[in-house]
Structures are given as structure tokens and as C-alpha cells.
């Protein structure tokens, strides 16, 4: 079974960046689409930003411009550069993978489906 596993986030202050990886293991996340979703407490988790194994990306309109999707398929690791952070970016960030998912289908799904692999999450802070 695939097997996620976050590094990276801590504080930032407003302006400022950081970077976010995940790695994936177990079995190859080849055929994986893997991104990331965030949640406050009290709001319900939600996609990021999402990239296919071929590059394909989808991004949520709040991050656009400012964060930027990668991954390294020789790795089984995506990346997250975020820049130009505000503090509504602060959250829990959890790295996830869909199987056979589009980068779209992927950051539009509901949190609750029961085809999202997780990892623990790694809590990003933005200070203003």
C-alpha cells in the first residue's frame, strides 16, 4: 500500500516562503495523482494544489501565482514552493494521493472520500 510521508512547513512571516515535500512508498506512485489539501480547525479540508505523473497540475484559485506544484517521479516525491505567503495560508497541510485521478478531479474532491491516501500533515504558520 502507498505510504506518505510529509517534511517541511513550520513559521513564516507574511512575505515570506517555504517548501513542502512528500515522499510516497511502498509501491510506485506512478499511477498516482499527489498533492496537497489544508485545514483550518472548524473548516473542512481542502485541495491545494495537485500534480499528475505526466507534470499535469490544478491549482485552487487563492494559491495561484504563489505556490507551485512539483514532482520528481525518480524520487516518488512532490514538492510545494510557497511564496509570497499570507496568513491565510496558515493550516494543517496533509499530503494525499488518488489514484487514476486527474489534478482537477483530485483538488476538487471532498476530503471524506474513502479513495484519498493521507499523510500526517505538517503545520504551516503564517505570521502577519
Known amino acids: 500500500e502507498l505510504q506518505l510521508q510529509e517534511s517541511g512547513g513550520g513559521s513564516v512571516q507574511a512575505g515570506g516562503s517555504l517548501r513542502l515535500a512528500c515522499t510516497a512508498s511502498?509501491?510506485?506512485?506512478?499511477?498516482?495523482?499527489m498533492g496537497w489539501f489544508r485545514q483550518i480547525p472548524g473548516k473542512e479540508r481542502m485541495g491545494v494544489a495537485a500534480?499528475?505523473?505526466?507534470?499535469?497540475?490544478n491549482y485552487a484559485d487563492s494559491v495561484k501565482g504563489r505556490f507551485t506544484i512539483s514532482r520528481d517521479n525518480d524520487k516518488n516525491t512532490i514538492y510545494l514552493e510557497m511564496n509570497n505567503m499570507k496568513y491565510e495560508d496558515t493550516a494543517m497541510y496533509y499530503c494525499?494521493?488518488?489514484?487514476?485521478?486527474?489534478?482537477?478531479?483530485?483538488?476538487?474532491?471532498?476530503?471524506?472520500?474513502?479513495?484519498?491516501?493521507w499523510g500526517q500533515g505538517t503545520q504551516v504558520t503564517v505570521s502577519s
Open positions: 494525499a494521493a488518488i489514484r487514476g485521478a486527474s489534478p482537477l478531479l483530485f483538488r476538487l474532491s471532498s476530503a471524506a472520500a474513502e479513495y484519498i491516501l
Open positions: 511502498g509501491v510506485s506512485a506512478n499511477a498516482y495523482c
Open positions: 500534480v499528475d505523473s505526466d507534470g499535469s497540475t
